[in-house]
């Protein structure tokens, strides 16, 4: 499978907990992209890399939110000190320099969070 | 205001019809690019096609092809031959600017094909 992967696919954790997920881009995509979903909307975009590089965050990404892509890899977002309102479908998106012709987002089967 | 706008909230087609979703955005930007995603139960947003601002032709891909009226701002998704298969949400989304990197998405538009 060469498609973008999300790991886990679920998550159930108790309110005040970290968490962390990981999404593995496709091996030629220099970009990657966290978007976060609540149910019944349209994801809305959390933070962006070029290669190792975080170049744009959202007002939406508080400090209890972080993000790495240490080798411009696979890229982490760890919460910490969940909330209830972080219940939500994180998506991981990658895409190829647009100069190189292509700024397709291809996304990942995305991480279901429960906050109890 | 919104910058992307589905006004259907939920559609129905009957199998092997074509349909239409409607999609309009807003922006001031001269470069811009619009994408449309179909997103199953299971949850992988899946790529259907894009229209860059200065294309001038309509994008099509397979079954799918994009009505982009530049001056309306409107990038209409059409659908032809739905199958069963297509029953899912779809959603309408933006890129833009040149050097803009994020999506904008609409609220989405829910297809049930009717067999």
């Known amino acids: 499978d060469t498609g973008v992967s999300q790991d886990p696919r679920h998550k159930i954790t108790k309110r005040g907990q970290n968490v962390t997920f990981r999404c593995d881009p496709i091996s030629e995509h220099n970009r990657l992209y966290w978007y976060r979903q609540t149910l019944g909307q349209g994801p809305e975009f959390l933070t962006y890399?070029?290669?190792?590089?975080?170049?744009?965050k959202s007002r939406l990404l508080s400090d209890r939110f972080s993000a790495e892509r240490p080798k411009g890899s696979f890229s982490t977002l760890e919460i910490q000190r969940t909330e209830q309102g972080d219940s939500a479908m994180y998506l991981c998106?990658?895409?190829?320099?647009?100069?190189?012709?292509?700024?397709?987002?291809?996304f990942g089967p995305g991480t279901r969070l429960l906050v109890l | 205001a919104q910058k992307i706008t589905q006004t259907q909230p939920g559609m129905f087609v009957q199998e092997k019809e074509a349909v239409t979703l409607d999609c309009t955005y807003d922006t001031s930007d001269q470069s811009y690019g619009l994408f449309w995603y179909k997103q199953p139960s299971s949850g992988e947003m899946i790529f259907l096609i894009y229209q860059g601002s200065y294309d001038e032709q309509n994008a099509t891909e397979g079954r799918y092809s994009l009505n982009f009226q530049k001056a309306r701002k409107s990038a209409n998704l059409v659908i032809s031959a739905s199958q069963l298969g297509d029953s899912a949400m779809y959603f309408c989304?933006?890129?833009?600017?040149?050097?803009?990197?994020?999506?904008?998405f609409g609220s989405g538009t829910q297809l049930t094909v009717l067999p």
């Open positions: 989304a933006m890129r833009e600017g040149s050097s803009a990197r994020q999506l904008t």
């Open positions: 890399f070029q290669n190792e590089a975080q170049l744009e």
């Open positions: 998106a990658s895409s190829l320099n647009p100069a190189r012709g292509g700024e397709t987002q291809y």
